[in-house]
């Protein structure tokens, strides 16, 4: 959650790494996810356009292998590249409960998809290391860095992709389960302020938008929550958070140690947020802050140091920015604009031959836990989010100065606001079309995967995660599908 690397979120876990590039570099206050989940999001990173035009709908649905990254064309320019960890944008990680639930999201039916949110402390007061894979790979970059980087003549770029902050596997809830457990240790859990943790506010189930409770059901989140569970489910994130800024820290001494610090930009981000009981619902894959606000810092040389930006930008600005550090002539058709110009106070003009990077910045969710295609614009103060057609189902509008935790949908009371910002998204994308071809993909899909099962379909969908609903009246929900199809 990009809100924890700048005041007053930081106040609620300890991240020194994070403090010292702030201190070094720049922070971004309002950085942006094109899509709030993990492979339309780095999908959307790694090639520079907007979720629509790689048309990367779900976790299984990312770019084409072949797609020419970033990374790919500063290797062609002679740099050394190295990647280690998550990457995930041609396909992520997935079951084939998630494509389902992603592809029938428009059938008229409500299952729990996920495990319901709960946390488990592990090891002891001084263990470390809880997530081991991303431990294993940042200890590789670590070696990278003071084995190969530190000989290298050429310049080199290396990509580290972490898995962490993320909830863990949740096996209690059957054989297709997913990541719905906060796992830590005590020594991470020690670095939390359990006294600034907020407890967020929820509207009753009644008042809830259509789609969130419609997210908030199917993420098992409708039940009881004391306010107990919540704080430690809030307190167990930000423990994650702790672990994953140490990594960070691991690789800000490799570079120190090997006398790389002063002549290596370094760029922190994420590919989403996480809403940790915020809006009754822990996980991303929705608009609000938690999920679709990332943290983003820079540092490095010509990097101008303890700056706040406060534009807002998106990852999709990652490409151009990429290209502009490596002085490599930046594609006219990527969706973002290099970052360069607000890093390094340039005047926007001598930068980019595509003009001034735009006041707003786009993200767009097609997949699984959202009956709808969403759309969301941020400029100013406003956050605009619109779904599937436009008409069918109501917008939101919050202004986020006045209402920073987006408790109050102001959409009928600023009617000409949310006109004309519909308007400049529609000059954008045209939306209503996008989400016609997002249902007509799903509803193909899932024709495909049925006729792939033949006779076995039936016992097949019933014990995908859904399986507690599911199994209490099959006939119900194959007939709700049958009457989608």
């Given at each position: ?24 570099g720049?922070?971004f ?5 094109n ?11 790694w ?6 035009l ?6 299984f ?29 041609t ?30 402390l ?31 003549t ?9 898995n ?36 967020p506010k929820?509207?009753?189930?009644s ?6 409770y ?14 107990e ?15 994953t ?5 691991e690789?800000i001494?490799?570079?120190?140690d ?10 922190f ?27 983003l ?9 303890q ?23 930046v ?28 006041p ?10 959202v ?16 779904y ?11 202004d ?13 009371k600023?009617?000409?606001?949310v ?7 529609r000059?954008?994308v ?21 006729e792939s ?14 399986h ?11 007939n ?6």
């Amino acid at each position: 959650d990009g809100r924890l690397t700048f005041f007053p979120g930081n106040q609620t876990v300890n991240l020194p790494s994070i403090n010292f590039m702030k201190r070094h570099g720049t922070v971004f206050l309002n950085a942006y996810t094109n899509s709030p989940i993990c492979c339309p999001s780095r999908a959307a990173m790694w090639s520079g356009l907007f979720t629509h035009l790689t048309e990367s709908w779900n976790n299984f649905k990312g770019l084409d292998p072949d797609y020419v990254t970033w990374m790919d064309l500063m290797e062609k320019h002679g740099y050394r590249a190295q990647k280690f960890g998550k990457l995930d944008f041609t396909s992520g990680h997935h079951s084939v409960s998630n494509r389902v639930e992603a592809w029938t999201r428009d059938v008229n039916f409500l299952l729990r998809q996920e495990g319901r949110p709960m946390v488990k402390l592990t090891g002891h007061r001084k263990q470390r290391r809880v997530m081991e894979t991303d431990w294993r790979n940042t200890d590789k970059a670590v070696n990278w860095i003071k084995e190969e980087a530190v000989n290298f003549t050429q310049p080199f770029i290396l990509y580290l992709g972490l898995n962490l902050p993320h909830p863990y596997p949740s096996p209690y809830a059957g054989e297709n389960f997913g990541s719905s457990t906060f796992l830590t240790s005590p020594y991470w859990l020690e670095k939390v302020n359990y006294e600034a943790i907020k407890i967020p506010k929820w509207s009753s189930l009644s008042e809830m938008h259509p789609v969130d409770y419609y997210s908030s059901y199917t993420k098992n989140c409708t039940g009881q929550f004391s306010k107990e569970e919540v704080r430690n489910i809030r307190a167990f994130y930000y423990a994650m958070c702790a672990e994953t800024d140490a990594m960070l820290g691991e690789i800000i001494s490799a570079l120190r140690d090997t006398g790389l610090l002063g002549k290596t930009i370094i760029i922190f981000t994420a590919d989403h947020g996480e809403l940790a009981m915020e809006h009754r619902q822990f996980y991303k894959m929705s608009m609000y802050e938690g999920s679709s606000h990332v943290p983003l810092l820079v540092m490095g040389p010509g990097v101008r140091q303890q700056q706040q930006i406060p534009n807002v930008v998106s990852l999709v600005d990652i490409y151009p920015t990429m290209l502009d550090i490596a002085r490599i002539p930046v594609p006219q058709n990527l969706s973002g604009h290099s970052l360069v110009p607000l890093l390094c106070e340039k005047a926007e003009s001598e930068a980019s031959p595509r003009g001034p990077r735009p006041p707003w910045v786009l993200s767009e969710f097609h997949g699984c836990n959202v009956n709808s295609s969403v759309y969301m614009l941020r400029t100013g103060r406003w956050k605009y989010i619109t779904y599937s057609d436009g008409s069918s189902v109501q917008p939101q509008l919050f202004d986020l100065t006045a209402d920073p935790d987006e408790l109050t949908n102001v959409a009928i009371k600023f009617p000409v606001t949310v006109h004309s910002l519909d308007k400049v998204l529609r000059s954008i994308v045209n939306y209503p079309k996008v989400s016609s071809s997002v249902q007509e993909y799903n509803k193909q899909q899932f024709i495909s995967w049925k006729e792939s099962l033949g006779r076995n379909y039936s016992s097949v969908i019933a014990n995908l995660r859904w399986h507690q609903d599911w199994l209490k009246d099959q006939k119900k929900y194959e007939n709700a599908i049958d009457e989608w199809l």
